[in-house]
């Protein structure tokens, strides 16, 4: 009789160890399971947000307007992939009219003229004269369209005087145009994009931009990818800049 009790008591705490096995294992599949279900959710409203998509149209909204020469990385052109540069881009409000506070907007034929002189009428030394002379200010950026094309250093308006502006250097060819433009920078640091000195996107694992050059134009390609559960979170976009004048 002894010895069936200890059989049966033996028997007994072998059921147990294995019911609390079995448990443990049940209990780990759940847990991975309920764990890999937090991840797919947490991936779901990753991929829905639409935060990375509304940031790379900001940076395309702005890119769309650069000026193809002023394009560098670390200071030098842009010529591969990279995730600094810095560019000078067109004021596109003051060219094509609307966008500026108190300004009083002149129309012809219904279409909103810019709300600056654009027409060099003539030039000397780092003169340059216009009729009428309208809407800029000193110390503002100006980019000259001339014949033959300069190397692209912008210019900055020293004074103005009735409808003369003064430069503050010396063309080096004729200027027929003169454009107002913006200085930026785009900037990828501590998993931060920075557009000038503002953040415009956090928790970013990689930003590329990549210009691929032909002789229409240069079209950059583009790739914004934020952190996200299992795989990175990512956007595509890209801009096309064609030259701003072609002398024929």
């Not at 067109?90 to 012809?108: A, H, I, P």
Request: aromatic residues 8%; proline residues 6%; contains cysteine.
């Amino acid at each position: 009789m002894p010895t069936y009790r200890q059989s049966h008591n033996a028997f007994s705490l072998f059921e147990a160890i294995v019911c609390i096995i079995i448990l443990g294992v049940i209990g780990i599949i759940c847990s991975s399971m309920l764990l890999q279900i937090s991840k797919n959710i947490s991936y779901t409203k990753a991929i829905s947000d639409s935060s990375p998509y509304i940031a790379l149209l900001k940076i395309e909204n702005i890119l769309q307007y650069a000026i193809i020469e002023s394009l560098q990385s670390n200071g030098a052109p842009l010529n591969a992939p990279s995730s600094n540069i810095s560019f000078s881009s067109l004021q596109e409000s003051l060219l094509f009219g609307g966008g500026v506070k108190n300004s009083l907007q002149e129309v012809q034929n219904d279409t909103l003229l810019p709300t600056l002189s654009l027409v060099i009428d003539s030039h000397y030394d780092e003169i340059l004269y216009f009729k009428p002379l309208k809407g800029w200010q000193t110390s503002q950026k100006a980019y000259l369209i001339t014949q033959p094309r300069e190397s692209f250093k912008p210019y900055s308006i020293a004074r103005i005087h009735d409808d003369i502006i003064y430069l503050d250097r010396k063309p080096l060819h004729s200027p027929h145009l003169i454009l107002p433009i913006q200085n930026h920078t785009l900037t990828l640091h501590d998993n931060i994009l920075w557009l000038d000195n503002a953040p415009l996107i956090n928790d970013v694992s990689s930003f590329i931009i990549t210009p691929i050059s032909s002789t229409q134009g240069t079209f950059l390609e583009m790739q914004l990818c934020v952190k996200a559960p299992i795989k990175n979170h990512c956007e595509n976009g890209g801009v096309w800049l064609d030259e701003i004048v072609v002398w024929q």
